[in-house]
């Protein structure tokens, strides 16, 4: 028997059988970029800063998810939002996509969800400086990615489902406790730093 | 007049011949790929024309343009010719290849650019001379890769010619010609009388041969890229490295046609009724279909081992083919008389 | 230290492992001697247990089986402790939960997050789940004061701030108000907090609760990179932790146990780390073309420097050239500058700003004792029986020296006996007080010797044994107690009676302050002051000493390095020619032999001409000196002036060619401390542009001017420095052998030292008795809130006082009609100015105070300055100055 398997080559043969069926099965390849994969939620692509519904910055710069951060591709620096003691904010927020393995420890760190991956895989770019995201970049694909964003948080169980936007103003949003600056001076509200303030802090710089 | 209808004749033939045979040899390069991808569940080239099939032009073009670098330490005459010492031989075998049954053209017989008696040794003849355009490939380029391409093609090229031609004097003897149109017509009137049915071990031992011949995977270890780069050719680049490329796949058709003259009855039709068919089409379809085998073992078996590779050659198929010659020898003998 | 073994030991069991310990020994102290942790907030080693937090709680099996707290509890022999059981992990649980059910989950926006103990144990010793009710307060965070945050929601009511405030600083400035659940800690009476800004209840916070506005929300602890350095400000030279992010100094961080302050920070140590990022601070050399400084590379500086140096001395010899160092540069740099004047430009004019007093410190103790420094380390005067603190408001001069001090009354509750023309915060604390008309503070010493004589004080050990040096002293005391009480306002019966309380002391240690080294005659003020403590014993090394007070940093290392015409690296008299010959031995040169100029007549010669070129280093004398004094028409006069800082000062501003230096926190060299310690300093963060290590650019200019000069590291400096002054070779020296250092000083002192100028010694100078048309006495000298002018750099420091005030007494000021904030003029000889008034009871009627470093210099140019004799130091007295006071509508 084995000297005939050997003669006719029978193992070989069924090899060649395998590999000419396999011709006739559907081809797994995605003609990216023609056809897009249908990204799930829970996808982890580029970074992005979430605001708030009024449009304030969520983001109260604790630097945990630089801490969290294993390629150490995130700094921050955070401040008193400028006329609002006590309120604090990241003054500048940087994000090296180009270090970032796109791990998700940073959202996960993050305590008032303000950072949300989105579904944005195409991050290719023709100059490198533009990879090294700022905070004002940050914001605007929060800004663009708003539904990806939410769901990326619901989807890693972030959130309790208050993000559900049919709810009304759901957010994990931390109260600054009221300032006391002594008799005569008005407590400011705590809201954070709105777009326009970022807006104009930018056009400034 | 004569002359002028001659030289018109063999000039048709060759333009009709090479056109095709260098067609063929851009299409096999993307017949490879796509085969290739699907028995890999991939898609292959898509982007360049309708599902690809601008590829090998986009491909010919690209090499065409690419920037011709010959290394300093190359021996620089040596290092130009030798893919053209490659090259050719692999085209002027299609010369005595019968492509078609006789037919008139330009006054004259054609069918064949030159029907030699001597034909098959020819073709074996110049299938050694493109050996040596290999070896000086790799010794002119002077890497140690291209190096050891170059001997290891020599050494396996020399064993399994012996086995290539050992197998097919087996054919020999049942046509009793070297004329490729002899044999081929030795094999008239239906598939029952192709020299695949006479000659079954020698088929197989031919094919065998011819994959290790025309360095194809599992055979080929001069290019191993995972031990060699690209082997003999790792020095090369744009358009020599397309004659490289070029010899290889002409090397394909051309024993793979050779095998379907041989074995499987040339541009003859495998049954009387389908004669209406032209023979140039049956000799593609064998050929092609030939061709599609070799893909499809490439697409199956890993690379052997050199020593494996050397061990087969001379221990296994040389005695198979020799006890193949006895028998087929015997047998036409007892036969004839 | 041989009294240790006779301390009676007990053996105790933590967790298995047997100790010996002395007795009294609390258990978490024993257990840290075995490397065992037991978590606690309120207890720190300085201070007595609180037992507040309750979550240091152990079980102790025998004696008796009970829970126990262990900062609290001192241990018995044989008691077994056993320190993580389940039982008190079950009980810190419950602990932890108990401190969760109000503790707000602000972390990520609080300061303390990641340094912080409530977050560490509750991750080693709480539960996930909080089976009480919590509720978060909501009480609104405090920034009404300067500096200190207080958020009452993150306060775990420890007490650990109060207790700082209580114990260690003694300023009460914090405390709980209210009761139970709503109790917070801050200002008394709900007042914005406004008080010395020590910053110490936000160190010994183990939560948020108080954190530093300068450094609000700058930083996270993992992203600070660490530097012990040593504290640039006053003398008393802190060692701390200065934090850095991105090369950005974040904050200041005390370091427990080490160093001078034991890990105690003043206000300048701790929040005065802003003036080294300054942009005003010189980044690159500046030369003068025409009549602008332009920039210029350091080659080109460099070059300018030495031409114009060498050019002077070409022209006039070392005698046309000086140098004047300030006590803010490190040793090393002051060594290599000694070097380059003496042995490169062979000059002798080289004076620094220990002339403005602290000199006659120490030419007073070489003189009597052979030594100089601090007799005591700051550890004894820890110890010290009986302080007699003369002429300093310590807690504003040094105020960690101070805090030593206070510590006697604290926990020892030693008596400290002041004597001062201002109602000092020790004066406060302390208990007798002579307060004296300013300027008297030579008297009063007197007096107080005289006390100790004639009312029989004298040890009777040193009365027995050296009745000559007794009988020489006695010599001097003929006179009446008139002379004394004239001048000084005081009553004779109180003189007697602060020597009777400090002759009854058995360690007697004795401060002078800037007001007597500084003030009339001082060096023969600070010579009575070590005849009082050789009269009552205390120069017999029992523990007690004299000791001169330093104000600049380095004063010291000014001292040791010989940083005036009259010393000699070591601190030997420039006339001491062995020593001279030694000094020349190690540099190999030959040291020029004329005695160089003091300030004074430098300046002079420099109107005159004879002196052509200066180099200065860290100081600018012509801000800091009156205007009668004519620096600046001086500075003016020269042909040629280097000057090296790290701002464009006013003499910079004259100079032909400035170089920039680095700040203490860009470069490595070392600093001596009052006490005579020799510490690091280390660089923490890149220097601004181009700016050089002073060493380096000494170095470099001598390399121009062709000197030997060179070296790789400030450390191959001390090497070198410690050949000439053993002091250097060792780094934070802390017990130096002070015991035997007394030994010789009083050998030096019997060996006939006490009787040199005996007779000028005691003969009060006239001039305490003149009469003046100007009735007020105004005082111009250091706060505590700021050292020098360095310290106006400093952003921080400004927000907490920059305004150029004047302290006067609130009665007086009453009685004037004058309000806070009121301008007055005053009005001197030499001139009159402006400033607003703040009412302080600090100083008496009839004085007033202005801090030396104010910007307005106005106040400082009504000085008449008078020059001291060369026996007295040939200081410029300047900051007593007489004064009419009138109120500006």
């Known amino acids: 028997m084995g000297l005939m398997r050997d003669i006719f080559m029978t193992e070989l043969m069924g090899g060649m059988k395998l590999v000419f069926l396999q011709m006739f099965k559907p081809s797994c390849t995605l003609q990216y970029p023609h056809v897009k994969h249908n990204v799930p939620d829970g996808y982890r692509g580029l970074m992005s800063l979430l605001r708030y519904e009024d449009g304030s910055e969520r983001c109260v710069g604790c630097s945990l998810c630089e801490a969290a951060c294993p390629s150490n591709c995130i700094k921050v620096v955070s401040d008193e939002v400028p006329g609002q003691p006590l309120v604090r904010y990241a003054k500048e927020y940087y994000l090296d996509i180009t270090r970032c393995v796109f791990c998700g420890f940073c959202t996960e760190a993050c305590p008032v969800d303000a950072l949300a991956m989105t579904k944005v895989y195409e991050a290719s770019v023709y100059d490198r400086r533009e990879l090294m995201f700022d905070k004002h970049k940050l914001y605007e694909l929060g800004e663009a990615h708003l539904a990806d964003g939410k769901a990326y948080l619901l989807a890693h169980n972030m959130d309790d489902g208050t993000l559900n936007p049919t709810e009304g103003l759901g957010d994990n949003r931390y109260e600054f406790p009221p300032v006391d600056l002594g008799e005569g001076v008005p407590v400011p509200t705590t809201v954070g730093l709105t777009r326009e303030a970022l807006e104009a802090e930018v056009a400034k710089s | 007049m004569e002359l002028a209808m001659t030289v018109g004749l063999a000039v048709f033939q060759i333009a009709i011949v090479m056109g095709v045979v260098l067609l063929s040899v851009a299409y096999m390069t993307y017949a490879e790929r796509k085969v290739l991808s699907f028995m890999q569940d991939r898609l292959g080239p898509m982007e360049v024309g309708p599902y690809g099939l601008l590829q090998p032009i986009a491909d010919g073009l690209k090499l065409f343009f690419k920037e011709d670098i010959i290394p300093s330490s190359a021996n620089k005459l040596i290092f130009a010719i030798a893919p053209i010492i490659c090259l050719v031989p692999a085209l ?31 073709i074996l003849a110049f299938a050694s001379v493109g050996t040596y355009g290999v070896i000086l490939a790799g010794w002119s380029s002077n890497s140690k890769y291209a190096m050891l391409g170059g001997l290891r093609c020599g050494a396996q090229i020399i064993s399994y010619e012996l086995a290539l031609g050992l197998s097919i004097v087996g054919v020999l003897l049942l046509s009793g010609s070297l004329s490729l149109r002899e044999i081929t017509m030795a094999q008239d009137g239906g598939f029952w009388h192709w020299n695949i049915l ?21 055979f080929d270890m001069p290019e191993a890229e995972s031990e060699l780069v690209a082997g ?37 039709a495998p049954m009387e009724f389908l004669n209406f068919i032209p023979g140039f089409i049956w000799l593609a379809i064998k050929t092609w279909a030939l061709l599609f085998f070799f893909i499809w073992i490439r697409g199956t078996f890993p690379r052997v081992r050199f020593d494996q590779l050397m061990k087969f050659g001379w221990k296994v198929l040389i005695p198979i083919t020799l006890a193949n010659i006895l028998f087929t020898a015997l047998g036409v003998y007892i036969y004839n008389n | 230290m041989n009294t240790a073994t006779q301390v009676d030991t007990i053996t105790v069991t933590i967790n298995g492992e047997t100790i010996e310990v002395p007795k009294g020994t609390r258990i978490i102290q024993a257990a840290q001697q075995l490397g065992v942790e037991i978590p606690t907030f309120c207890y720190h080693p300085r201070m007595l247990p609180n037992a507040a937090c309750r979550i240091c709680t152990v079980e102790v099996v025998k004696p008796m089986n009970k829970m126990f707290m262990a900062c609290s509890t001192e241990m018995m022999d044989g008691m077994e402790v056993l320190t993580d059981s389940p039982r008190t992990l079950d009980d810190r649980r419950t602990n932890m939960d108990l401190l969760l059910t109000q503790h707000p989950l602000d972390c990520p926006v609080c300061d303390k997050g990641g340094e912080c103990k409530l977050q560490d144990y509750s991750v080693k010793y709480g539960s996930s789940e909080n089976p009480f009710e919590t509720k978060r307060k909501d009480f609104p965070e405090d920034i009404r004061s300067t500096l200190l945050d207080f958020n009452s929601n993150r306060c775990i009511l420890c007490g650990a701030c109060i207790q700082v405030c209580t114990d260690i600083q003694k300023v009460d400035a914090i405390g709980f108000s209210k009761r139970g659940f709503i109790t917070v800690v801050g200002a008394p009476m709900g007042e914005a907090l406004d008080c010395e800004f020590c910053g110490q209840c936000m160190d010994v916070c183990p939560v948020g609760a108080i954190t530093s506005r300068y450094s609000k929300y700058k930083f996270r602890p993992w992203q600070e990179a660490s530097h012990q350095t040593t504290c640039t400000y006053c003398s008393c030279g802190c060692q701390y932790d200065l934090r850095s992010v991105d090369g950005e100094v974040s904050r200041v961080v005390p370091i427990e146990g ?13 929040f005065g780390f802003h003036f080294m990022e300054d942009e005003e601070r010189l980044t690159k050399p500046l030369v003068r073309r025409g009549d602008k400084l332009v920039e210029a590379t350091w080659d080109e500086a460099l070059t300018e420097a030495a031409r114009g140096l060498m050019a002077a001395k070409t022209s006039g010899g070392g005698s046309a050239l000086a140098g004047y160092v300030g006590g803010r540069l490190a040793n090393e740099d002051i060594y290599l500058f000694s070097r380059l004047m003496r042995g490169v430009l062979e000059s002798t004019n080289l004076d620094s700003t220990l002339r403005m007093g602290g000199i006659n410190g120490v030419t007073a103790a070489y003189a009597a004792t052979g030594q100089v420094g601090m007799m005591n380390s700051f550890d004894e005067l820890r110890a010290a029986d009986v302080t007699l603190l003369v002429g300093s408001d310590l807690t504003e001069e040094a105020p960690i020296c101070g805090l030593a001090v206070k510590d006697t009354i604290t926990r020892g509750e030693k008596p400290v006996l002041t004597v001062d023309s201002m109602r000092t915060e020790i004066m406060r604390l302390g208990s007798q007080r002579l307060v004296i008309t300013p300027g008297s503070e030579v008297a009063v010493i007197k007096g107080l010797v005289k006390a100790v004589v004639d009312e029989g004080l004298i040890d009777e050990q040193v009365a027995t044994r050296y009745p000559e040096a007794v009988a020489a002293i006695r010599d001097q005391l003929s006179g009446t107690y008139k002379e004394i009480e004239t001048p000084t306002g005081l009553a004779k019966a109180d003189i007697i009676e602060m020597a009777k309380a400090f002759a009854a002391g058995d360690k007697g240690v004795i401060l002078a302050g800037p007001r007597v080294t500084g003030g009339l005659k001082g060096h023969s003020a600070f010579a009575m002051l070590i005849d009082l403590a050789f009269l009552t014993g205390n120069l017999s090394g029992n523990g007690g000493g004299v000791n001169a007070l330093t104000v600049e940093n380095n004063e010291l290392g000014l001292a040791l390095m010989g940083m005036a015409p009259e010393l000699l690296p070591g601190g030997a008299p420039w006339s001491d020619s062995d020593a001279r010959q030694q000094v020349a031995d190690a540099w190999q040169c030959e040291l020029p032999d004329f005695a160089g100029l003091p300030l004074v007549d430098q300046l002079e010669a420099m109107r005159e001409g004879k002196i052509k070129a200066a180099y200065v280093l860290g100081t600018d004398p012509i801000n800091a000196l009156p205007s009668d004094m004519k620096a600046a028409a001086s500075f003016g006069a020269l042909d040629f002036l ?75 400096i001390r090497e070198d420095m410690a050949q000439l002054v053993p002091q250097f070779a060792t ?159």
């Open chain 3, 642 to 716: 280097v000057v090296q800082e790290l701002f464009l000062s006013e003499t910079a501003k004259c100079a032909n060619v400035v170089f920039p230096a680095q700040s203490y926190a860009e470069r490595e060299g070392t600093f001596t401390n009052m006490e005579g310690r020799t510490q690091a300093i280390v660089k923490a963060m890149k220097a601004p542009g181009k700016a050089r290590a002073d060493w380096q650019i000494i170095m470099e200019l001598s390399r121009e001017l062709g000197g030997p000069l060179s070296y790789t590291s400030a450390e191959e």
């Open chain 2, 232 to 268: 003999f050719f790792t020095e090369y680049t744009g358009m020599r490295f397309a004659f490289f490329f070029l010899a290889e796949y002409a090397n394909m058709i051309l024993v793979c046609c050779l095998a379907s003259v041989l074995f499987l009855g040339g541009y003859e």
């Open chain 3, 731 to 889: 780094l934070d020296e802390t017990n130096a052998d002070r015991a035997g250092g007394r030994q010789a000083a009083l050998e030096s002192y019997l060996d006939g030292a006490y009787v040199a100028d005996m007779d000028y010694r005691y003969d009060l100078p006239a001039k305490l008795n003149e009469a003046s048309s100007h009735e007020m006495h105004l005082y111009v000298g250091d706060s505590l809130f700021h050292s020098g002018v360095l310290s106006t750099h400093n952003w921080g420091l400004m927000k907490i006082d920059s305004v150029d005030t004047l302290v006067m007494n609130s009665r007086e000021a009453r009685k004037l009609k004058i309000r806070e904030g009121d301008k007055v003029r005053l009005t001197s000889d030499q001139g009159s100015a402006v400033v607003p008034v703040k009412m302080d009871t600090r100083v008496q009627p009839g004085s007033l105070f202005f801090p030396k470093h104010a910007l307005n210099r106005d106040v400082t140019n009504l000085a008449g300055t008078t020059i001291s004799s060369a026996t007295e130091g040939s200081a410029p007295l300047y900051k007593f100055v007489r004064v009419t006071l009138e109120s500006v509508d």
């Open chain 3, 258 to 270: 080490v160093g001078p302050g034991e890990g105690s920070l003043c206000v300048k140590g701790h």
């Open chain 2, 92 to 122: 002027i075998g299609f010369a005595v290849m019968p492509y078609n049954e006789t037919y008139a053209a330009f006054g004259g017989e054609a069918g064949v650019i030159s029907d030699l008696n001597v034909g098959l040794l020819y």
């Open chain 2, 198 to 218: 006479l000659q079954p071990v020698a088929f197989v031992t031919y094919v065998i041969s011819a994959v290790a011949e025309t360095n194809r995977l599992p």
